[in-house]
């Protein structure tokens, strides 16, 4: 084979499904859609000051979204490509990275779903049956078992807090790859948080057991949750490329985002309800885009609300992530050539 013939190959592997002038007008004619179905939403029910102020935000962060992605286009569809033609060896290697991480333990696997179910029950022991958090619950209009309502926000957050742990210390714990030259290292973030959607599945199968042996059996509306774990996979994966990528330069930050996850889990209502609040306070919580990965789970559970309901949280959710992930890959595509130097 010729080198011009290798040549050609190598243009063809990597070149873009759509031309650049093609992709950025789709994207853009895609959030001018947006921005036109966000400013003529009204909601009845609504704060008609609260309500103008999503709508604001909700524009300025698309109009963002929008220019970061014309200006740097390039930058930010290398990674998703790379992700996608080495789709096989992400899967590959997320199935021996779940394989080995318990290897060398007697009841393997089994030790990464004890800890999770021992934490639900010590804390349905205690806010329950000790504290009685569900009479506080039901005078607040939510008459479920606590376990059950518990229990959908904690399988959310379990995987959360696994991912992004696992995520950001994809680079350190791979450095032998890292250092390789030929080695697509964009897709060792993806690599673990596969791996930790794997233990995800379990939770939620157990969760689904929850919610039947207290009567809630799975409707049409359970079908959320898969649209759910897909957006804390998502918004995990944005996330997780700007961590892994600065983590390598600021070993601290592994110690910070430990205790941001102590801090996280209560500022998240998983524990307790978010309608006890104000509705000044409940605006600012709800800018925690776990607020609506949490509410979604038990929505789709025993509230029997489609996710489009929450119209101004899904799009505030998804705009988020994805200005994020543009930040995050474009950070790591800057740094990404001092890893092997730093590792």
């Known amino acids: 084979m010729s080198v011009h013939d290798t040549g050609t190959k190598e243009k063809k592997k990597n070149r873009r ?48 979204t929008c220019i970061i992605f014309a200006l740097f286009y390039d930058g930010l569809t ?45 804390y349905w022991i205690v806010f329950d049956k000790v504290f009685d958090t ?7 209009g939510i008459d479920v078992p606590y376990v059950l309502y518990l229990t ?12 992004i742990t696992q995520g950001t210390m994809a680079l350190l714990e791979y ?45 049409v509306y359970t079908l959320q949750i898969p649209y759910y774990s897909f957006c804390l996979f998502m918004f995990v994966l944005a996330m997780s490329y700007f961590t892994c990528a600065l983590v390598v330069f600021f070993r601290d930050l592994q110690q910070i985002i430990s205790i941001a996850l102590q801090i996280g889990m209560w500022a998240t209502p998983i524990l307790w309800d978010i309608s006890m609040l104000s509705d000044d306070m409940k605006t600012f919580f709800k800018l925690n885009p ?42 790591f595509k800057k740094l990404r050539v001092h890893f092997a130097d730093v590792l």
Request: with cysteine; charged share 10%.
């Open 175 to 219: 450095n032998y790859l890292v250092k390789k030259v030929v080695f697509n290292i964009s897709i060792l973030p993806i690599i673990k948080i596969i791996a930790a959607t794997f233990i995800h599945v379990f939770f939620v199968g157990v969760l689904l057991l929850v919610a039947v042996g207290y009567g809630y059996y799975p409707t």
């Open 17 to 64: 499904p759509f031309p650049k002038p093609a992709a950025i007008a789709i994207f853009w004619g895609f959030g001018l859609i947006l921005a036109i179905v966000l400013i003529n939403h009204h909601n009845p029910l609504a704060d008609q000051v609260t309500e103008n102020m999503k709508k604001v935000s909700g524009c300025v962060l698309i109009t963002f």
């Open 290 to 331: 776990l607020v609506y990965i949490v509410n979604g789970f038990r929505s789709a559970l025993f509230e029997d609300l489609w996710f489009w309901e929450h119209f101004y949280s899904s799009t505030y959710f998804w705009i988020f992530t994805i200005s994020l992930f543009c930040i995050g890959t474009l950070l």
């Open 134 to 140: 569900r009479s506080q619950m039901v005078a607040g």
């Open 78 to 122: 290398t990674i998703p490509i790379e992700l996608f033609q080495s789709r096989r060896l992400i899967w590959k290697l997320a199935k021996n990275d779940f394989k080995t991480r318990y290897a060398g333990s007697y009841l393997g696997i089994i030790w990464a779903m004890v800890q999770p179910v021992v934490t639900v029950l010590m």
């Open 152 to 163: 959908a926000g904690l399988v959310p957050w379990f995987y959360f807090s696994e991912a």
